[in-house]
């Protein structure tokens, strides 16, 4: 939909049936029809980061930088290994440490696991380093570990999509409200 509210959403598993790739799947399904939720689908094909290879900006770091300038927010789900974010995800992160992408730029953290507590500690130290701002009331526990709901039990349970369908609300609110302050920041004598 044009002048929809762009959000990109990233798994930071690369599991053919994660869970929490699942999760996000549901989510854009979910989506009203004003807010497009697009997948990044690349996170396995990005290059480990090497700052000598920065210069040469591979294709795939390119695009998944682009990506990320265009969305109005972003949505994270990762799962938890060993205590810490998978070196998937922090790879990804790693080659947006140099650039603009995460600056200012709302991020929700979708927690697939209630075990997963140091993943979500360290995942936010993480971007908000990285000048990110977290929207705690999109942050939201969806404890699906273990239920083999999949993504299209996920759509269809009437708790768990209202739940998403709420965070998404709380999500675009707080995208809003961001740019309406930085209206007023810009219009302020
Ligand atoms: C190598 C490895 C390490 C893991 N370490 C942890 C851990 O420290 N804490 C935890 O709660 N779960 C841990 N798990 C479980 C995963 O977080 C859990 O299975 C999660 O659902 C996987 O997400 P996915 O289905 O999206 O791939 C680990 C799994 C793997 C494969």
């Not at 549901?26 to 997948?39: G, H, K, S, T, Y």
């Amino acid at each position: 939909m044009a002048g929809a509210m762009k959000i990109l959403a990233i798994s930071g598993s690369l599991r053919a049936t994660s869970n929490n790739t699942a999760l996000l799947r549901a989510v854009a399904r979910l989506a009203p029809a004003d807010i497009d939720v697009e997948l990044f689908g690349d996170l396995g094909n990005l290059p480990l980061f090497n700052p000598d290879m920065e210069v040469a900006d591979p294709p795939v770091v390119a695009r998944f930088r682009a990506q990320l300038l265009a969305a109005d927010a972003v949505l994270i789900a990762s799962p938890e290994y060993a205590h810490g974010i998978t070196g998937a995800m922090k790879n990804a992160l790693d080659w947006m440490v140099g650039c603009e992408a995460f600056v200012n730029k709302p991020v929700a953290l979708l927690n697939a696991s209630p075990r997963a507590v140091h993943a979500q500690a360290s995942l936010k130290e993480t971007i908000t380093v990285m000048s990110a701002l977290v929207v705690e009331e999109a942050s939201i526990s969806v404890p699906i570990l273990g239920s083999r709901l999949g993504e299209e039990g996920m759509v269809s349970h009437p708790d768990i999509s209202r739940v998403l369908r709420e965070m998404l609300l709380a999500l675009s609110l707080a995208f809003t409200r961001l740019r309406l302050e930085s209206a007023e920041l810009r219009v302020a004598p």
